[in-house]
């Protein structure tokens, strides 16, 4: 299982522009990372643009900063650049709808 802790992002609206939120704290699981690397593997296949992969949130133990959860949807959006698979949390703020979203991870550094 790989911990990880990344900056986070806060979109209001289509029109508005990204602000910081501070760390985002979650954990990658053995099946999630499974999960990750088929769609990789999905996307070096088929040439999609990205993939969204459904996240376990019982297993994620994801910590928000305050403020900004919790969150009505959670999963992992998987694209690739320069052919390597990276991915990154998004989300949605439950009072509001705005979204929430992490910095990228290439896939392979997990552990």
Not at 23 to 49: C, K, M, N, S, W
Not at 75 to 85: I, K, P, S
Request: charged share 25%; aromatic share 6%; glycine share 8%.
């Amino acid at each position: 299982m790989s911990a990880l802790t990344i900056e986070g992002w806060c979109k209001a609206g289509d029109d508005q522009k990204s602000v910081p939120v501070g760390e985002i704290h979650f954990y990658v699981d053995g099946p999630l990372h499974v999960r990750l690397e088929q769609a990789e593997e999905r996307l070096q296949e088929t040439h999609e643009p990205e993939a969204m992969v459904d996240v376990d949130m019982d297993t994620m133990d994801l910590v928000i900063p305050e403020g900004y959860g919790p969150l009505t949807d959670c999963q992992m959006r998987v694209y690739l650049h320069r052919e390597r698979g990276q991915f990154h949390l998004v989300g949605h703020r439950a009072s509001d709808g705005s979204l929430i979203y992490s910095n990228a991870v290439l896939i392979d550094q997990l552990l």
